[in-house]
C-alpha cells in the first residue's frame, strides 16, 4: 500500500502560515510545496488534550492523555460549506507508530520528529511531569507541528497510512502492521555497526552526518545556557517583590512620602509576578530550538542508512568476485593467469585432490555450472545494490537540501522571535523603574 502512494517528484518551495485551533501559528513558517501536498487538499490541527484512564496491555490501570485531530477538506471551504471537521483521539504512542514507519519505508527523508516525550532543558519551577497541562499543551502544539509538516512534505503527504491515521478512527494500525514495515525495520539495526566497516563511503554524507553532530551539540549547549538564564532570571524578578513588600511596609509609616512608595511597591509586585508568564511564553521558542535537536537524529539517520545500504553492496561485490575467482581456479586447474606471471594459489579442493585424487570431469563440470548460476545470481544483487544505493544517495541528498532550507528559514525566525521577545522584556523592565521614578518625583 504504502509503495503506491509515494511520489519522487520534489518541487519548488512556497511559505505558508497556519493558524491552529487556538489561533496562533504553531507552524508559522512550514514549507508547503507546490502540487498536491496533502496540506493544500486537507485543513488539519490538533484541537484539545484529555487526560483519560483505562487497562494498559498488561491489565494495569493507567492513565494517559489523548489528543483530538480535527481535519477538513479544502473543497468544502471553497465551496463555501462550513461542514463540521472530522474528528477523532490519538495517542501519543500512536503517533509514534506513524512516525516509525514513515521513517522505515521512506529511508531517504529527514523525517519530522515527534515533540518530547518527558520535559528536558526547563528552568528549574517549570514542571518536567508529562501529565503537567502546560507540558501537555505544548505538547499539543508540538503533535500538531508535527502533523503539518508531514502532510505539506512532497512524498510522506501522499502517504496513505498518513491519511488513514487522520481520518479512520479504529483499524489504522492493522493496515500499518500489514505493510510489514517491522520486518524492514529489523534491517536498519545493522546500520549501527556499517559505519566502521564501509571502505568507500560517500563524503558528503560523512560531512552531512559530521554536521548533525555538531548540530546537536550546539543547539543542547543553547538550550542549557537558556534554561540557565531562566532560573537566574526568575530568581531577579521575584526579587523584586522584596522591594514592593519593602515599599509597601515603608509607606505605612511615612504621610507625605506614603501614596508614593505604596503605589512604587504595586509597580514592583506586578514586575515579579510577571516573570511566571513570560518564561512560559519563552519555552515556546525553546521548543523550537529543541525540535532542531531531534532533526540532528533525524539527518543522521539517513546517513547511516546510506552506510548500510553502501556496505551491503560492498559486501554483494566482494562476494562476486570471490565467487569468480573459484570459477576461474577451478576453470585452470588452481591458477591466475595474469599478463607477468603465473600465480601459484593454495586451495583446499587443491590439497583434496593431492590426497584423494583428481574428481571426475562430470563432477568439476556440475561445480562449475553451479558456480556459473552463483555469479549471474550475484551479479545481478549487485546490480540491485548499485542501483538502491544510487536512488538512495539521489533522494536523500535532494530531501537534506529541502530540509537545510527549511531549518535556515525557520532557526532565523525562531532566534530573531526570541531576541524580539528578550527585547521587550528589557524595555518591560526599565518602564516599571521609569513608573517607579514617577512614583518617587512625586512624594
Known sequence: MAEDSKDD???????????????????????????????????????????????NGVGMQETFTVYLI???????????????????????????LLRNYLIVTYPYIVAPPLPEKRAEFVWHKLSADNMDPDFVERR???LENFLL???????????????????????????????????????????????????????RFLDMKHYSD???????????????????????????????????????????MGDGLQSAGHHMDAYAASIDDILEEEE?????????????????????????TQFEL?????????????????ATGHCFVVPVQIVRTFSLKGMTSKLFGQEAPEQREARLKLLEELIAEGEDVVKEKTLECEEHVEKAWVDMQHFKEQKD??????????????????????????????????M
Open 149 to 203: 509538516r508531514v502532510a505539506s512534505h512532497p512524498i510522506l503527504s501522499n502517504d496513505k497510512i498518513l491519511y488513514h491515521f487522520l481520518t479512520e478512527e479504529h483499524g489504522w494500525k492493522e493496515v500499518v502492521f500489514d505493510t510489514g514495515f517491522q520486518a524492514k525495520a529489523d534491517s536498519r539495526l545493522r546500520a549501527l555497526s556499517a559505519t566502521f566497516r564501509v571502505r568507500n563511503p560517500d563524503k
Open 284 to 308: 515556546h521558542y525553546a521548543d523550537q530550538i529543541k525540535e532542531y535537536l531531534s532533526y540532528a537524529e533525524a539527518l543522521r539517520a539517513v546517513c547511516r542508512k546510506h552506510e548500510l
Open 409 to 442: 528559514r525557520d532557526l532565523r525566525e525562531a532566534l530573531v522571535n526570541f531576541a524580539v521577545m528578550q527585547i521587550g522584556m528589557c524595555k518591560k523592565g526599565i518602564q516599571v523603574w521609569s513608573n517607579a521614578k514617577e512614583c518617587f518625583l512625586k
Open 214 to 256: 555538531q548540530l546537536q551539540s550546539h543547539t543542547s549547549q543553547l538550550l542549557r545556557a537558556r534554561a540557565r538564564v531562566a532560573d537566574r532570571l526568575y530568581a531577579v524578578y521575584k526579587v523584586h517583590g522584596n522591594y514592593g513588600r519593602v515599599f509597601s511596609e515603608w509607606s505605612a509609616i511615612e504621610r507625605e
Open 70 to 96: 480535527e481535519t477538513r477538506l479544502m473543497d468544502a471551504l471553497a465551496d463555501g460549506r462550513r461542514l463540521a471537521p472530522e474528528s477523532l483521539w490519538r495517542r501519543y504512542s500512536e503517533f509514534e
Open 9 to 55: 517528484s520534489v518541487a519548488t518551495d512556497d511559505d505558508s502560515d497556519y493558524t491552529g485551533a487556538d489561533g496562533n501559528h504553531s507552524l508559522n513558517n512550514v514549507m508547503v510545496e507546490e502540487g498536491s501536498t496533502l496540506l493544500r487538499r486537507m485543513e488539519i490541527c490538533v484541537a484539545e488534550a484529555e487526560k483519560r484512564s483505562g487497562k
Open 314 to 330: 560492498e559486501v554483494a561485490s566482494q562476494d562476486l568476485i570471490s565467487k569468480k575467482q573459484q570459477r576461474d581456479e577451478l
Open 140 to 142: 499539543r502544539v508540538g
